[in-house]
């Protein structure tokens, strides 16, 4: 019996904004189905009443005085940018309210 | 090409004695990457100009009496997934191709301060995800000690400069063993310090709960070197550990006698594991041993669970931490997208490679909906349970030794077509991180004429007990001085 | 509209965004500025560039419990920071860093004055409304799609990205779009009075989304919810939850069922539209930021907190009726908002009369504060010169009604009210002589009023009382007019 099937990976690959070609989401099921065949060990632990773990080192709550610093200069900040108008960053056109 | 350099204590000795200038080292360093990286492929880029003329600086700081630091005209390199203002940063990705970073790291502020040279950014599996560096974009690193062999990974570009004795010291990340394992590959020392040692600003995340830099070097003693410049409490990593840095160099007494070194009785199971790898660490824990150390069985009964649990927690921080790869602000972006959804979907597609689109996979399916409880919070309770296999096993002994990985590096090209097979190698390595402990790996013989790796695991924030046993190993073997003949 | 609700009950839950008025951003230290040029206030943690990391601002944090204890809710000495994924221009980091399981205050309440219904009871109706949770998180950057900016695109400024946010959940339990107005006006003004937040709408400060179903009266299940999103007026919250109230009873009466979705309401059109609905709702995979370690706030904090507090409407209320004697309907209207009631706290205690303060304020003072729409913070008038003039009054050196002529430009111009009525010579007629002659005038003007007066016709001295005002332009006092005319009609 299959874990995963290829409907998931790509209802998954679009989740994450990839697009698998069709022998790539073939080859990605049967690997993803391997993987949680194999990470299904875990469902032996008995795990009732454990807390989960998000960092193993106990770590204080850093809290930073409300200073502010200098902002990057403007050129640096949008330097990088592949596509750009002015000191903007220009993407196609943003349907408004639409989670792309 | 001139010799291999030199160890970072005789390098500095050096340096000191004014047998040679830092425009000398860095000469010498970017003469031999030229040279070798043809075959080794260590480095992504060299920073030559930049570098001679810090180095420049640094001699006249000398000449002037004002030597900054541990480090001073020390040339450096750094696994290219570590910003520096002006510089490029890939993260071996096609995704960042053309990124230059308007901001340090703060490893880079802190070499800087130590008055280290930074020469150039080392190869690795694409944005750290692998144990090969197999995966990066721009092609494979190679073993300087048999060039069909892989270093190791993710950090094998900073590996093999070091085993190549091209640098003396090279910063890695470890987020599963990505530190130690590489070293074990390549025959020198490695160590992940405790999580949140080492500030992670500047290092780009894979998974921000595992993530720790580490150096790369010929000694115990020049790790220990290393660590006292990289350490301590940075505001800017809320993860940053505000405990103060011991003088890690000075707790290599070679005084071992009455330490306990616990045998984790899971990892001394014969399946799985080449049986030369089990004899070189079982004959260098019988030299501890004659070197005064008690040795006992101890359990860390959630091993087996170690790569599940960790090949759940780490791609599932990785999908969120790479989701800023849009091509947005920076880095790739797609031709000719109609819309959004085209500009991302195409970039993302064009940009990342399979091990990166696999983990990411992987990540969102495990945070998705119907499956966190059953992926990715199980991971983190299992996890609970794995760190308190250590406290209880560390109240009984001082440090665990255990091999680094299961067998020698392996060929390039050997488990690339297996994700799950490759994973499995890091067995031994990713408990440490689950856990947050320091590791070290340091040579402790070889098979195949293949370095040996014995990994040393210790409690949390007791980097310098596992350093002082590294060191005394040293002190009665001579594998960390062995050089690979390829590159004498 | 009050047809619809007849048939159905509306209910209606409210997410509200403030923007905490820190100097720099939740997780950075860019500087929080409004109108700056695109991408001049942002650092790499803005850009969500590789290897940039967030840490925690402690005054936002401080804010967070101040909004929390003002809306009586339980502040929780762990909270914990998680992310919400999705792909979007204006996020940067493709994840918002919110709170999810363990947000930082839970369980509130805040009291609002309801409407008055016509016919209704005499004095305002309250009613509780319940604060499900405040959950703190950054704001998003902006998308500019002026062709002008962006052409055929869209332009992405991150200036914005990364200010720190509360939001702040209702229970569902408003009736009516008038209900849910008079919550987000008792809210931002709770939020004002502990200056948490300027909760400027037009700024963005200050947004809503509304949760709107319906069900027949007396059903107790609830029908499927819409959410309408981008409501930065009040005027729009009303004009889009009226829309939606009867946009589902249409759909209702007609059989129809309502689909559960998200919709965005448009002022330029004052229509809603489908933005997105349940089955392509996006999964937002939240996790706990492995970034961030859990928020644990010291006890002690939050009592400190909690000490520091400046004093809510609903207390100063109670003192201002106990300490000054107000009715409760006074008391209310003048601690409508912090600025307002700091205003006749001052004046009553320059002239040491508090009712006659009340009484000016809340008649003539609001009155051409309206008639000039400012609000009372931009009024030139000093509370202490509003003193002075009622101060005037009472010592009968002016009267009332010249006071009351005064006030309007006082209001607008602000200025010294003893020069302005030396300027105007509106001092009351002090010399008797004056009076006199002007009551010897109305007598022999109306006789027989007098001669009913005398009669015993008390009230009629009155209508001779206005005619010695108007003789003397209102400017002597009625008190001194009365006296005398008495005096000469018992002659
Ligand atoms: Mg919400
Ligand atoms: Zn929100």
């Not at chain 2, 972006?333 to 983990?359: H, I, M, P, W």
Request: proline share 6%; with cysteine.
């Amino acid at each position: 019996m299959s874990r995963i099937t290829r409907q998931e990976v790509e209802r998954v690959a679009a989740l994450a904004r990839l697009e698998l070609a069709p022998d790539e989401a073939e080859r990605m099921t049967s690997q993803l189905d391997a993987i949680l065949d194999y990470v299904a060990l875990l469902s032996e632990v008995d795990t009732t009443g454990i807390a989960p773990t998000s960092h193993a080192v106990p770590l204080r709550t850093p809290l930073r005085d409300d200073r502010p610093g200098p902002p990057l200069d403007p050129d640096d900040a949008v330097r990088n940018a592949p596509e750009r108008e002015g000191s903007a960053f220009l993407v196609p056109k943003v349907i408004e309210g639409e989670e792309s | 090409m001139g010799p291999p350099l030199g160890t970072l204590a005789g390098l500095r000795a050096d340096l000191d004695a004014k047998r040679v200038s830092s425009r000398e080292l860095v000469d010498a360093c970017l003469a031999r990457a030229e040279a070798l990286d043809r075959k080794l492929h260590a480095f992504l880029g060299l920073r030559a100009e930049r570098a001679r003329a810090e180095a420049a600086e640094s001699d006249a700081r000398r000449a002037r009496g004002e030597v900054r630091g541990a480090l001073e005209g020390i040339p450096v390199a750094l696994k290219d997934n570590m910003v520096q203002r002006g510089e490029p940063t890939t993260c071996a990705s096609r995704i960042l191709e053309g990124f230059v970073s308007p901001y340090d790291a703060t490893i880079v502020r802190r070499l800087q301060a130590a008055g280290a040279v930074i020469v150039g950014r080392t190869n690795l599996d694409e944005f750290a995800m692998g144990s090969s560096t197999e995966n990066s974009a721009y092609g494979p690193s190679r073993n300087p000690w048999d060039v069909s062999r892989t270093p190791g990974g993710s950090s094998g570009g900073s590996a093999a400069a070091v085993a190549a004795g091209i640098v003396p010291l090279a910063l890695g990340s470890d987020t599963g063993g990505s530190i130690r394992q590489p070293a074990a590959c390549t025959g020198i020392v490695g160590m992940k310090p405790t999580y949140g040692r080492v500030s992670r600003y500047g290092l780009v995340a894979f998974a921000s709960s595992l993530d720790q830099i580490g150096p790369f070097t010929r000694s115990a003693a020049d790790c220990a070197t290393a660590l006292e410049v990289l350490c301590g409490h940075d505001p800017f990593d809320s993860t940053s550990l505000p405990e103060p840095v011991p003088r890690f160099s000075e707790a290599l007494t070679g005084d071992v006698s009455g330490l306990v070194i616990g045998l984790p009785k899971e990892y001394f199971v014969e399946e799985g594991v080449d049986p030369a790898v089990l004899a070189a660490v079982r004959a260098a824990v019988a030299e501890l041993e004659k070197a005064g150390a008690k040795t006992r069985e101890v359990s860390l009964p959630h091993t087996k669970y170690g790569i599940a649990c960790y090949y759940l927690i780490a791609p599932a921080e990785a999908s969120s931490n790479l989701a800023r790869y849009d091509g947005v602000r920076y880095g790739l972006r797609a031709k000719d997208a109609e819309n959004l959804t085209e500009l991302y979907c195409r970039t993302r597609s064009q940009g990342f490679g399979a091990e990166v689109k696999r983990r990411i996979l992987l990540g969102t399916y495990v945070l998705s909906a119907g499956y966190y409880d059953a992926y990715y919070r199980k991971a983190q309770q299992v996890r609970t349970l794995v760190r308190r296999d250590f406290e209880g096993a560390l109240a009984g002994c001082d440090v665990i030794a255990t091999p680094t990985m299961p067998e020698v590096a392996f060929r390039i090209g050997e488990k690339s077509g297996d994700p799950l097979r490759m994973y499995l190698n890091d067995v031994y390595t990713v408990s440490a991180n689950l856990a947050g402990v320091p590791g070290i790996s340091i040579p402790c013989g070889f098979h195949e004429g293949m370095p040996i790796g014995l990994q040393l695991l210790g409690r949390i924030l007791d980097e310098a007990t596992l350093l002082r046993v590294a060191d005394a190993y040293e002190r009665c073997t001579d594998w960390h001085s062995r050089r690979p003949p390829e590159t004498a | 509209m009050s047809r619809v609700l007849e048939k159905y009950e509306a209910v209606i839950g409210l997410e509200v965004h403030v923007h905490l008025k820190t100097a720099s951003k939740l997780f950075s230290n860019a500087p929080v500025v409004y109108g700056a040029e695109p991408n001049h206030a942002v650092t790499p943690v803005c850009l969500a560039l590789p290897g940039s990391l967030p840490v925690l601002n402690a005054k936002a944090v401080e804010f967070a419990i101040r909004a929390g204890l003002a809306t009586h809710c339980k502040v929780h000495p762990q909270s914990v920071f998680a992310r919400k994924n999705y792909f979007y221009p204006d996020l940067p980091k493709g994840y918002q860093i919110s709170q999810y399981e363990e947000p930082i205050c839970t369980e509130g309440w805040i009291e609002i004055e309801l409407p008055a219904e016509k016919g209704g009871a005499e004095g305002p109706q309250t009613k509780r409304v319940g604060i499900t949770r405040i959950h703190m998180e950054e704001d998003a950057g902006k998308s500019i799609h002026d062709e002008v900016v962006a052409g055929t695109g869209s332009a992405v400024d991150l200036n914005r990205a990364g200010v720190p946010l509360l939001e702040i959940v209702s229970e569902p339990v408003l009736r009516s779009a008038a209900e849910a107005s008079a919550y987000l006006r008792a809210l931002r003004s709770i939020l004002r009075y502990v200056d948490v937040s300027e909760a400027d709408m037009e700024k963005g400060q200050f947004r809503c989304d509304a949760n709107v179903s319906l069900r027949r009266r007396g059903e107790s299940k609830l029908g499927t919810r819409t959410e309408t999103k981008n409501l930065n007026s009040f005027r729009f919250v009303e004009a889009a939850i009226g829309i939606e109230i009867e946009r589902q009873a249409k759909l209702l009466d007609a059989g129809g069922r309502v689909i559960q979705a998200t919709l965005l309401y448009d002022p330029a059109t004052n229509k809603t539209r489908v933005m997105r609905t349940k089955e392509n709702a996006d999964d937002y995979r939240y996790f706990p930021d492995p970034d961030l370690v859990p928020l644990v706030i010291d006890p002690a904090e939050i009592e400190r907190v909690r000490r520091e507090l400046p004093e809510l409407p609903d207390r100063k209320r109670a003192r201002f009726q106990a300490e000054h004697g107000l009715s409760e309907y006074d008391a209310r209207l003048l601690t409508g908002s912090r600025a307002l009631a700091d205003f006749f706290e001052r004046a009553a205690k320059a002239l040491g009369n508090a009712k006659t303060v009340a009484n000016w304020v809340l008649r003539d003072v609001l009155q051409a504060l309206k008639e000039r729409e400012l609000e009372i913070e931009q009024t030139k008038l000093e509370p202490e010169a509003l003193a002075a003039l009622l101060a005037l009054v009472e010592s009968g050196r002016v009267t009332a009604k010249s006071a009351r002529d005064l006030l309007p430009e006082l209001v607008e111009r602000g200025g010294d009210p003893a020069a302005l009525v030396r300027a105007r010579g509106l001092e009351a007629v002090s010399d008797t002589g004056v009076i006199e002659a002007a009551a010897d005038e109305a007598i022999a003007a109306s006789p027989e009023m007098a001669a009913r007066y005398r009669a015993g016709e008390e009230k009629i001295l009155n209508a001779l009382i206005g005619q010695v005002m108007k003789k003397t332009a209102g400017k002597a006092s009625p008190a001194a007019v009365k006296e005398i005319l008495a005096r000469k009609l018992r002659g």
